[in-house]
């Protein structure tokens, strides 16, 4: 259980360096930053929880080399920059979420 919550909060970190051939084995921040890029190229990749290899046996991986998603959400509905602001960002009202666009 502890080792699922350290790695879940390992991915989900904005370690920028790429781990070189770990990355073919383990999932990295990297990895798991295109799963939620806002590039077309992004959308429907990257599912695997800790080993790649089966993104790659099932034509969902992605990880281009030396790059990083330019943003984070769903096309023409960015995420906001900052904790708190991501936190609240669901309980806001339409307008008011259009406006912090």
Not at 48 to 65: N, S, T, W
Not at 67 to 85: F, L, M, S, T
């Amino acid at each position: 259980m502890l080792l699922v919550y350290v790695s879940s909060t390992f991915i989900h970190s904005n370690v920028g360096t790429n781990f070189g051939f770990l990355e073919k084995i383990l999932v990295s921040p990297r990895f798991h930053h295109w799963h939620h890029g806002i590039e077309k190229e992004a959308t429907d990749v990257n599912f695997a929880i800790h080993f790649p290899f089966l993104d790659r046996l099932f034509g969902k991986h992605h990880l281009p080399e030396g790059k990083w998603p330019a943003a984070y959400g769903i096309e023409g509905h960015p995420v906001p920059r900052g904790y708190w602001k991501q936190l609240l960002y669901p309980f806001r009202r339409k307008t008011e979420q259009r406006a912090a666009e």
